[in-house]
C-alpha cells in the first residue's frame, strides 16, 4: 500500500505555520533585541532557534517524502511503457496533438 505524499492540507498547514512562526519571531527578536536584558536575549534567540530548526526539519520531511513518491510514481510509469509500449505511444501522441491544438489557438 502507497503512503500518501504529507502535502495533504494538515501537514502544509503545519509547515506554513511554522514558516510564519520563524518569521514573527524574527521580527519580534529583532524588533526587540536592543530592549532585552541577556537572559530574554537569550530566551528570545534560543525560542528563535527552536522554530527555525522546526521549520528546517519540517522541509526536509516533506522534500524527502515528494522525491520517494516521485521515484515510485516514475518507476510505475517506467513499467507501465515497457508493458504497454503501444498504448504509451498512443497516449504521448494524443496528448501532444491537444497541447499542439491549445497552442494553436492563442
Request: aromatic share 4%; hydrophobic share 40%.
Amino acid at each position: 500500500m502507497m503512503e500518501k505524499i504529507p502535502t495533504q492540507t494538515g501537514t502544509r498547514d503545519q509547515l506554513l505555520s511554522d514558516l510564519k512562526n520563524v518569521v514573527h519571531d524574527a521580527e519580534a527578536w529583532l524588533r526587540h533585541s536592543g530592549h532585552l536584558t541577556g537572559e530574554e536575549f537569550k530566551a528570545a534567540k534560543a525560542k528563535f532557534e527552536r522554530t527555525l530548526v522546526s521549520a528546517k526539519e519540517n522541509i526536509i520531511h516533506l522534500e524527502e517524502a515528494v522525491v520517494e513518491k516521485t521515484k515510485v510514481a516514475a518507476k510505475a510509469t517506467d513499467e507501465y511503457v515497457k508493458e504497454n509500449p503501444w498504448k504509451a505511444v498512443g497516449l504521448g501522441t494524443a496528448i501532444g496533438v491537444v497541447l499542439g491544438m491549445l497552442i494553436a489557438r492563442k
